[in-house]
């Protein structure tokens, strides 16, 4: 793999933003840079192909919805902490400390593709 291209953008600093670049969270600048060393470096093309490859697997895998418990749960919390300007359990009002309930929402995924296998798990605890 080349470490630097005509532009400037090693392999390294290519690899260190990969994620941000992909997600298009660089300043135009950065973008410029690591667009140009992507174009010219198979390897750091291949990582990029491969984050974006990934990304789309998750997006069209982990397309749950939340229980609409969970959901109204939530737009209460959030009508509460819109109402008094604090949040709930935490502020000196009291709100939301005489009943506290926790609920854990997890999600498991099993990716595969070409000759990778990923195992994604997530678990999320919510407050009320």
């Not at 109402?83 to 929402?105: F, K, N, Q, Y």
């Amino acid at each position: 793999m080349p470490e630097t291209t005509a532009k400037g953008c090693s392999c390294t600093e290519t690899l260190a933003h990969l994620h941000a670049f992909v997600d298009r969270e660089c300043d135009e600048q950065l973008t410029a840079r690591l667009q140009a060393h992507v174009a010219s470096c198979p390897h750091c093309k291949a990582q990029a192909d491969a984050v974006r490859h990934l990304q789309g697997l998750l997006r069209s895998r982990c397309a749950e919805q939340a229980p609409q418990s969970l959901v109204e749960r939530v737009r209460t919390q959030l009508a509460v902490v819109s109402a008094c300007g604090c949040t709930p359990g935490l502020c000196e009002c009291g709100h939301g400390r005489a009943e506290r309930h926790t609920t854990t929402v997890t999600t498991s995924t099993t990716l595969v593709s070409d000759s990778t296998v990923a195992s994604v798990s997530r678990s999320v605890t919510y407050r009320s």
